[in-house]
């Protein structure tokens, strides 16, 4: 047990950093904000690597700072968070780190299904965007009974891309799209045989609008901005359908580090360059 003087210090700094942290909210909140961020969480490797910390290290501190940005996102009324959590081609790394990764998050996901302190008081929905078939059946199932078991909730929706790239989504997409359409021709041609009317190739042209209707992320908004962490500037393969007139932006902290400053800052630099944005969104709708 604390010392009675210790205790009380504890307590002012807490009350303290909370009182600052509804400020930075305040001020941002005078700004437009935005309604969905999306997170390459780069750089966790590198910080337990740096710091000659045991393997494995980065990432467990990478899941503490997610938990931490989902609770700022919440408080500052961000309703969509996205995060690019395991990517397709990470199964080429060593088989080793690949097996941790999988113990790793098959044990944060039942984590979260056991403390259900973050989703209860944030309402989460959380989605799985990804080849699920891919990942450990351990790992799968704890993925589905997670998504089952918020798919009721109501208030921030929480997209984790795991195992993905937007090269497979869109794949992805053509394909269940082909199969909408065999399926259609099929009791078309049925339909003929019984002395139906013909519908005339009515649905032989593709829209843009119907392979975004069969793209993981169907129904949430496209992201206003993307912050990629640890400086790099790259998407690598993340959300390349859904980023057209988002807002790139790569800060140098590592994942582990990200903060609610850098989070205020990045949202201060979208915030700065909104009417651009919205003139080009303008400009592109003209065009259509």
């Known amino acids: 047990m604390g010392k009675p003087d210790e205790t009380m210090t504890t307590g002012v700094v807490a009350t303290l950093l909370k009182f600052v942290r509804r400020c930075i909210i305040a001020v941002l909140s005078y700004g437009p904000m935005l309604g ?3 997170f390459i969480m780069d750089g966790n490797r590198r910080y337990a690597k740096v710091r000659s910390m045991k393997e494995g290290t980065g990432h467990r501190m990478g899941f503490s700072a997610l938990i931490a940005s989902l609770l700022y996102c919440y408080e500052m009324g961000v309703k969509y968070i996205t995060v690019y959590a395991f990517s397709i ?33 944030v309402k989460c929905k959380i989605n799985f965007w990804g080849d699920l078939d891919m990942l450990t059946e351990p790992v799968k199932l704890a993925a589905q009974k ?16 795991m195992p993905y790239n937007s090269t497979s989504e869109i794949v992805n997409a053509v394909n269940e799209l082909c199969a909408e359409r065999r399926d259609i021709a099929h009791k078309e041609h049925l339909g003929n045989c019984n002395g139906h009317a013909a519908n005339n190739g009515a649905h032989s042209d593709i829209s843009v609008a119907d392979l975004d209707r069969h793209m993981y992320s169907h129904g949430c908004p496209d992201p206003d901005i993307v912050i990629r962490t640890s400086g790099e500037a ?15 932006q ?4 590592l994942w582990p580090e990200f903060s609610l400053r850098h989070l205020a800052w990045a949202i201060l630099q979208y915030q700065r ?8 969104k303008k400009l592109a709708k003209k065009q259509l």
């Not at 993340?238 to 007139?245: D, I, K, S």
């Not at 790569?250 to 902290?253: A, F, L, S, Y």
């Open 36 to 38: 969905h961020i999306a």
């Open 89 to 121: 081609d990470n199964f080429k790394r060593d088989p080793s780190e690949v097996q941790y990764l999988m113990e790793l998050m098959e044990e944060k996901i039942n984590e979260l299904l056991e403390k259900r302190d973050v989703i209860n008081k």
């Open 146 to 161: 997670l998504m089952a078991s918020t798919a009721g909730n109501n208030g921030l929706v929480f997209s984790v891309c």
């Open 234 to 248: 790259r998407l690598s393969n993340f959300l390349l359908w859904q980023t057209m007139f988002t807002h790139l």
């Open 250 to 253: 790569n800060p140098d902290p």
């Open 273 to 280: 360059v909104y009417p651009y944005l919205e003139q080009n």
